[in-house]
Every structure is written in C-alpha cells, then in structure tokens.
C-alpha cells in the first residue's frame, strides 16, 4: 500500500493534521464550540473562492479569510464564547458570499469548471502532492506545538472561566488565541483533506476521549490517539475497499469509535443506578 | 445598488408585471414564499431554543438523502424529507441521553451525526458514479428551476407544519423558555423536543430543495434571530420572523432577477444586513438609555 506515492502522502499529512484536529478537537468539544469550527471550515471554502475569483494565491485567500473571522466572532462574545446564533448569522451570510465568488469565478473563467470549487469545498486525501503533505503536516505540527504551549492555562479557562479570571488569567485573550489557531487547522485541513474530514476529526475524538475520561490531560491524548488512529484505519480500509471513498472511512470509524464510547458509558450509569 | 439594472426600469408596475412574465420567476416566488413562512416560523423557535447547529446539521444531512434517492432513481424529494426526519429522529433520540451533561457532548453528538452524514453523502455521490456537476446545485440550490409540482409538495408539507405547530405551539414555547417548570406542570417535554425537531426536519428540507443545503440558514436563523431582537413577545416575534424570511427571499429574488449575481449572494446579504442594522440600532438606543442621568 505504501509503495503508492499518493497514499505515502495521504498517510503523511493525515496523520499530522488528525493530530493537530485531534488534540484541538478536544478543546473544542470542552468549550462547546464544535459548531464554531463547523463554521469556520466553510468560511475556508468562501476565502479559497475569493481569492480564486481575485487571481491571488488560493491558500492566501484561505489563510487570511479564515483567521480573520475567527478572530471577529471569537472577539465578539462576552467571554470569548460567540453566541450560536451569531455564529448561525455570520456563517450564512459568509456562505451567500461564497455563492457570489462561486459564481464570480466560475462565469470569470470561461465556464471551466464550478467542479474545482466544490473540490475546494471538500478538498482530497489523496489527491494531495508531495510538496502539499508536507505542507499540511508542517503547519498542523506547528499548531499542534502552539496548542499545547497554551495547553495549561486554556484548559483551566475552558473548565472554569471565573475561576481563571480571578486568578488573573488573559481569559479571554486565550479564547481569541484558541480561535486563531483552530482556523488555521481549519483553513490547512479544509483544502487538504476536505471540510468533512475536519468537521468528523474535531467532534467525534474529543467527544469521545470526554466520554471515556474526566482527566483532561488522559482526555487529550486520547482524543489526538482516536483520530490518528481513524485516520490510518479509514486510509487502509478505502485502500482495501474501492468504492469506500477515504473521507467517508475515515469518518465512519471516528463515529464508531464515539457511539462505543458512548455505550460504554451508558453501560457504566446503568450499573452504578442498579448498585446505588 | 453597483448592478447594471439592465431591465428595471423604476416603474413599480411595470417592473413587477416583467418580473412575474415568466412562469419560472412566480414559481420561484410562490416556493419561495413558502418555504420562507416555515423557516422563518420554524427557525423563530430553533433560535428561541437554541438549536441552531441541529438545525445546521439537520440541512447538511439533506445532501446524502438527495444523492441517495438520486442513487436510488428514487424521486429527490423523498430524499430530502427521509433523510431529514431520519436525522431528526437520531438527534432527538441521542441528544436526550447527553441532558444532564453540559453542551460540550451535546455539540459533539451533532458534530458527529453531521460529519457522519456528509461521510454517506460522499459515498451515494462516489457509487453514482462521481458525477459531480449536481452536487454544486444539491448545495446551493437551484432557485430558479422550480416546477409546479414542487410548489404543490412544498404547500402541503407547508400546510402540515403549520397545522402541527398550531397544535403544539403553546406547550412547546412553555418548553422551550422554561423546560424545568415546564415538566414539573406535567408538560411532556421529551416528546415536544422530538417533534420539534421533526418539524424542524421537515422545514429544513422543504427549504433545502430551494435554497440549497448550505444556504437554509439565510432563511432559518437570520430572521429569526432579528425579530427576537426587536420584540420579546413570542407572538409578535414568530409572525415577524415569518414576514422578515419572506420579505427577504421575494427581494432577494427580484434583485438578482434584474442583476449579474445569484440568488443566494442577495438573500443571505440582505438578511444579514438587516440583523446587523437592527443589532446596531439597539446597541445605540441602549448605550444612549445608559449615558442619560437617572
């Protein structure tokens, strides 16, 4: 399987941006906020779109558009905690745009193809080139890095706000920081391995790894360990399966993983009704 | 306005008979304006009960019930509407056993169901054999291709809504501003969570048809979520988010109908600009309230 040079550079940059996905998916679970990255994968797809209507540099466009609204919508809530509905509202609207330069691009390029923009949308695993999987894994390394640099005070600040702030911790500066860097695992995961991909590797690891541990350091580790290890798993199965594409794999056993969690703690609340 | 107004010529008249001359443009107005009732109805409670991202969720998951039926060379349609209510279903039935926790393994759940959803989508789409010319319409809609037979399905769909809403209406918003009271006065909660989120399936899927998966929410969360802005009375609230999504869509159409730009570009600016005028107008009126002397 790995003689293949597109599945050496699809285990390459999946394994290091289900890492960084996993290990931020975590927070992101904790703080509530998966809707937030939800969101902010698809404000990936309008600042690709824009860019490509522009003529400028794709990933550019990606990059600049995505931080750029984290750092608005992080900034906007009290606590550094957007409300849902503004999120609902921002996103809609950052969605209209995309159509605008979807339609801008796709008229502006002679009718090529609305095709390259949908793949935008959902990016490719193994699609990438060489130079592009080290890319991704380089800036999810870097993320990666940076999480776990704030790890400490970020953690204490997503479980206990007030707490933090009375022992004069930046709370809301690290809720802005914390925002910055999942956009720019959201803008790097989107054109690389696809909005799906992103949105299955942020939600299900850290739901999982919550359910299964009350240590958040044990819960971190685990959650980055479950989406790397879906990620392998999915690769190896669309490998072996040809009509399972890699994205749909990769995602059904990151599913798998959190409804075992799941029942697993049903299971233990059942038993603890019964013995209490 | 930048846009050319290649026709419009400021005559309202004359510029509403040319709008409506051809019958794609007022089966697009008729779908639109239903579809926008019920969203707007339907998201006036989502936002009130804070289930925006179901209500996301639930119309990224009508992507794999259309490619599915289209898979299947079943009508879209009833993709649409299965996948939806299928969805609701396995949100309604999971979410329950997160109450308790906080909304952290709520929004993993969803997150989960969403990515889980979209995963079938790419597969339905991969076995039809990679044809991916539709998916830009299955997620941006096709505004402007409506037949009449849809609007018929999308009244009727309409018209059960409705009439399950005016059955529900009040124990629901009992529910929804106050669950603990609520079921603590004998009101079945569980079951009004459930059948909310299938009216919610239901609307999100009529919409999607129109709109596109990706672009409900211009009509779900934005009107609403203005008119809560603007008045706290859920009787006022719920009929003025209905007349802002309508307002919103039959505007958005006609200007794109006389402008270079698609549909979904004007409905969601104009919505948005909207939310964003009313927001700014009571941050003023409220910091003006502030500054003058008790």
Redesign the interface.
Known sequence: MLAHEFMRNAFLAGTFVALACGLIGYFV???????A??ALS?VAFTGALAAAAAGIDIRLGLFAATVVVAVGIGGLGERARPD??????????V??????F??LFVNGSSGSD??A??RV??GSILGLSAADARLAALIAVLASLALLAIARPLLFSSLDPEVARGLGLPVRALGIAFFALLAVVAAEATQAVG???L??L???P??AA??LTDNPWRGLALSAAIAVGSTWLGLFLSYEID???A??A???I??AA?AIA?LSR?DVRARLTIGG | MHTELAALTWDLVSDFEQLTTYPFMVQALEAGAIVALTAGAIGWFM?LR?Q??A??TLSVIAFPGAAAATLAGLPVALGYFGACGLGALVLGL?GR?ERGS???????????V???G???G??FV??YGGQ??G??SL??GTFLGITAGQVQTLLWVAVAVFAVLALIGRPLLFASVDAGVARAAGVPTRLLDLAFLLLLGMAVAATAQITGA??V??LL??PA?TAQQLTARPGAGFLLAAALALAVTWLGLSIAYFSP??V??????I??GL?VAVRLGRHLRESRALGVPA
Do not use: C, K, M, N
């Not at chain 1, 969605?95 to 605008?100: D, E, I, P, Q, Y």
């Not at chain 2, 979904?264 to 600016?269: Q, Y």
């Open positions: 679970v904790l703080r509530g906020q998966v809707f990255g939800d698809h849902d509905v503004v999120i609902g509202s921002v996103f809609a609207w969605l209209g745009l995309g159509v605008l979807l339609s609305g095709t923009a949908v949308l959902f909005a799906l991909l949105l299955g942020l939600a299900a850290g739901g919550r359910l009509s399972l594409p994205g749909t990769v995602i059904g990151a599913t959190f799941a049903v | 936002v804070r925006t991202f209500g996301h999971l056993g906080d909304s952290g393994g709520e929004s993993a759940t969803i997150g989960t969403q990515a889980f979209l995963g079938l790419f597969l991969g076995l991916l010319l998916l830009e997620l941006f990706l672009l929410f211009a969360v934005t979520a730009y698609p979904g570009f004007w409905v969601t600016s919505s948005f939310y």
